[in-house]
């Protein structure tokens, strides 16, 4: 077998495992889980015609009322049929989608590994990792925004770096700014991918101004090729029309605001959630305690005779700790021309996607570092695939512990994951800090 079919089959069967584990046992929790209460319901009100206010743009609701009048097409065990969301739906229809759509997101963080480092052992790993993660299949498994948020914007950044690589780079990069508008329409958060991709930009600008000599294969020198009118129209006018134009159906349906009434109260609800402790909402959590996934959210919680049923929002504990390692480890790659460029597009991408929330006082959650975590997995398997291809033993053998390590941790947390009953001895064996409960 040579390499190529290898390559192709390590792909097929990270993404036949991604999509196995998202859909397992998909409809158990008859109910509406965590903030399906809020998107599932919206969902099936689009589908009824009924009008109501949301917190955020309508993008995801579309998909997922997408996803229920496809699903309620399909037959279902009547032990998973609710009238939750305001009619009869079962829990599939209402997840399916995002279990779906979450199973190619360990593939399109590969794929921006590769476009960065043009290496396939580094595209691999990112794969491989990002399908041990926890966050990422908790959040596929239930009618929520977050997944979308995360494969809008990383595609955006996917077709920015094709753009940059391939000779068709203005139908790339046009893809690629449609793609930042459809990640805003998801919440406003999502232009954190977009504002990664100007400083990225900018920085070029700045070291082409200090003539430093740059190779002409170079991805800042390419990105420093890029015509102003082609990033104004590709990156500026694209979003922002995918983005208006999208809100046009809510307001077919909601008629009790237009299109600026409607961003003003989103605002203003906002702007109303304020503090961050215990009281606003058991699970707030701090900014910097996501570095060290300080507070995960519980999404469901049932005791049942000895029996407890857990779904935790939390990554793989030992992945996140290790690509927090690995993302302060990447700064000082930056003072290593060779390494440079790839260094700077992950942290100018991690600082967008994180230091926006410095200045929120409203009321924030471990799932709002999804987007900068995503930067930290490829920092991590840039760094493990350097270990791996080392001439040192003891680089080689760290990097296979470290990747063990990994799958024993998700193995271990899978429970809390899937919602697979646990004993009181094992659930607490899980909860190994008391701000985890």
């Known amino acids: 077998m040579n390499s190529k079919v290898k390559f192709n089959l390590s792909i097929l069967g990270i993404f036949v495992f991604s999509l196995g584990i998202r859909f397992w046992n998909l409809s158990q929790f008859n109910t509406l889980v965590f903030d399906e209460v809020y998107y599932a319901k919206y969902g099936n009100e689009y589908l009824i015609g009924k009008e109501f206010f949301q917190s955020h743009p ?20 009547p032990e998973t049929i609710n009238n939750l969301t305001g009619s009869l739906r079962s829990t599939f229809s209402y997840r399916w989608l995002n279990a779906l759509t979450g199973s190619f997101i360990p593939l399109i963080i590969g794929g921006i590994a590769y476009q960065l480092t043009q290496r396939k052992t580094v595209f691999l790993i990112t794969t491989f990792l990002a399908s041990l993660d926890g966050l990422f299949l908790v ?24 753009a940059l690589q391939k000779n068709q780079k203005l139908n790339w990069l046009l893809l690629s700014g449609v793609c930042f508008g459809l990640a805003a329409n998801i919440k406003w958060n999502g232009l954190g991918f977009l504002l990664g991709i100007f400083i990225f930009i900018g920085i070029a600008w700045l070291i082409k101004l200090f003539n ?26 694209f979003p922002l029309v995918t983005y208006s134009l999208l809100w046009i159906p809510h307001l077919f349906v909601n008629h009790q605001y237009n299109f600026w009434q409607v961003h003003q109260e989103i605002w203003l609800f906002h702007q109303r959630i304020k503090g961050n402790q215990s009281d606003v909402h058991p699970y707030c959590s701090p900014w910097y305690s996501w570095l060290v996934m300080g507070r995960p959210v519980a999404y469901y919680f049932e005791r049942v005779g000895d029996k407890i049923y857990d779904v935790h929002a939390m990554g793989n504990p030992f992945l996140w700790w290790f690509s927090t390692g690995a993302i302060l480890v990447v700064f000082s790659r930056l003072f290593n021309r060779k390494e440079r460029v790839i260094s700077a597009y992950l942290i100018c991408n991690y600082i967008a996607n994180l230091l926006p929330w410095l200045k929120i006082s409203r009321c924030t959650f471990l799932y709002h570092y999804m987007a900068a975590y995503s930067f930290t997995l490829i920092a991590l398997a840039w760094l493990l695939a350097d270990g791996l291809e080392s001439s040192s033993p003891i680089y080689k ?4 512990s470290l990747i063990i390590l990994v799958i024993f941790a998700f193995i271990h947390w ?5 919602g697979i009953p646990l004993s009181v001895r094992d659930y607490y064996l899980r909860m190994i800090f008391p701000n985890w409960i």
Request: aromatic content about 14%.
């Open 139 to 162: 959040e596929s498994r239930y009618a929520l925004n977050n997944i979308y948020l995360i494969l809008f914007g990383l595609s955006g950044q996917l077709f920015f770096l094709l």
């Open 397 to 400: 053998n760290c990097s296979r």
């Open 414 to 418: 899978l429970p809390i994951y899937l």
């Open 58 to 77: 309508p993008l995801s609701q579309y998909l997922i009322a997408i996803s229920i009048w496809i699903g309620s097409h399909f037959p279902a065990d």
């Open 212 to 237: 430093q000599e740059q190779s002409k294969d170079h991805l800042w020198t390419k990105a420093t090729n890029l015509r102003l009118e082609e990033i104004f129209i590709a990156l500026i006018v």
